[in-house]
Structures are given as C-alpha cells and as structure tokens.
C-alpha cells in the first residue's frame, strides 16, 4: 500500500496530466475541420485528439515511473502486464463518437491501479471544466472551473480546497431517473428499462456519452445505469471509484458480480450501476 505522501502526489499528478490531455482535446475539438479520423482493429473510431491527449498523458505520467495501460497506447500482451502491482488505466478521450458528433459528451478518465484494483480516479469533462476525483476510502469529490491548460500546477491542497464532495444536496430530485449510452443501445437495454416501471412508474431517460454517466450518478442526478453493449476496462476504472466513493455500485448484469480488472482480455461484461 502506497503511503500518504505518494498517494497525494500521483493525485496531483493524474489530475494535471488529465487536465493537459483536455487542453489539446479541446483544440481539436474548437478549431479542426478535419479530426483525421480513422477506424480501429475492433472498427472503433479514432481522432487525431485521442493519439495527441494519449502523448500527453504518456508524457506527463512518464515522470511516475508506473507503466501506462491506455486504450490508444501499444498492445500489451497479458503476459507482460499481469504481475503489475501498481499501473495506470488510461482512456485519453472516453466518448469518441460523442466528440465526432460535436455533443461535447465526452471525458479523460485516469485510474490508479493497486493490485488490479482502482485506488484514485480522475474523470475531466473539459468542455464542462468539471473535475470528478476519487480517493478509495477517502471520498470523492467535483471541482468546478477547471479549465483545459496546457500548463496546469494544481497542488493536493488546492485540489481540495475546491472541491464539493459527492453526492451533491443539489441533485435531488422527483423522478427515478435511468442513464442510457446516447450512442450504444440495444433491444436489451429497453427490455431492461421495462422492467424497472413495476417499482418506478414514473422514469425519465437521460442519454448521455462516455463515463460522465458515472459522474452524474455520483453527483446524484441520476439514479441507474445500464449497459448492454461492449465497454473495455479503461472505460469504467476511475468512474467505478468514483461513484462507489460516492454511496453507489456497480455490478456486472445480469450475474451482478464484480467487475475486474487487467484481465486477460480486457473486456467488460454488461453492468448496471445505481446511486
């Protein structure tokens, strides 16, 4: 286990590279006509954003001397990575499509992993200037104005000293309200959602892009989440964190177990996650 002082530094680090990955996200994504897009082995869409806020990432945790296991990095055969004790969990730009779209839906999320379990979270919504950060056992919380640069110096005392905790008071609401992928959705989905209208009558759906769905669960906008189509490890880590420090869960659908991580493959199984 990583001792106090270590533990407040690669927070500081995680959020700052979060924060420079956003920076050249956002001028891509403001001032591009071309996001040089192209597709994926697995037919996933790629931009010229994701390949630069990966570098940036690549480049700014460098200094941590902990390996990097990102979704737009090297591939890395189970065998090399598989004893890591510690190691980052890195999707530079979660919610490509959204960005494609030009719906601003979309995150850089960074997890540090322990022993395969995510013990400190980053989640940064820059075109919202919102921070989401999760220490395990230590809370989670949201920082407002935090505006992509690409020279950021937060410290462990200002990160802190700016943050509301989660779940917000201000969230409160009437209705059950059910997240859904605004891209990803199947016959399974909507099967499920029927299900819930026996205990909840009244349901409002919220579509929304990439792991800001773990965020809204946090925060207490939304009340369910359910996916039914393919995620990989790099999307849930740090959301997970963060709404489990937040009072919430996250269990894989329908055997409601546990979602892991650096698995072999490193797929996800279908999951619910509820405030």
Request: overall charge negative; charged content about 25%.
């Amino acid at each position: 286990m990583i001792d106090d002082n270590i533990r407040k530094y690669l927070l500081t680090e995680q959020l700052n590279a979060a924060v420079r990955a956003g920076a050249e996200i956002m001028k891509i994504y403001k001032q591009s006509d071309d996001y040089d897009i192209t597709l994926k082995s697995d037919h996933t869409p790629i931009t010229i954003a994701d390949r630069l806020a990966h570098n940036s990432i690549k480049e700014s945790l460098g200094a941590t001397r902990i390996p990097i296991l990102s979704e737009e990095g090297r591939s890395m055969l189970y065998e090399e990575r598989c004893n890591w004790e510690l190691f980052w969990l890195v999707d530079p730009l979660d919610g490509t499509v959204e960005f494609i779209k030009g719906n601003n839906e979309f995150t850089v999320n960074i997890a540090l992993m322990e022993n395969n379990i995510c013990i400190s979270a980053i989640v940064y919504v820059p075109y919202h200037h919102k921070m989401y950060i999760a220490e395990r056992g230590h809370g989670a919380w949201v920082m407002y104005d935090v505006a992509p640069d690409a020279d950021p110096a937060y410290t462990y005392e200002e990160i802190h000293a700016n943050s509301e905790q989660l779940p917000l008071k201000s969230a409160e609401h009437d209705k059950f309200r059910v997240a859904v992928s605004r891209s990803h959705q199947t016959p399974e989905t909507h099967a499920h959602i029927e299900t819930l209208y026996a205990e909840h009558p009244e349901i409002e759906i919220i579509e929304q892009g990439s792991s800001y769905k773990f965020c809204l669960l946090a925060e207490g906008t939304v009340d369910y989440y359910v996916r039914t189509t393919a995620t990989s490890e790099w999307d849930t880590a740090a959301g997970e964190l963060i709404l489990a420090e937040a009072g919430g869960t996250t269990h894989a659908y329908p055997t409601g177990e546990q979602l892991t991580y650096n698995k072999e493959v490193l797929d996800n199984p279908w999951f619910i996650a509820r405030r």
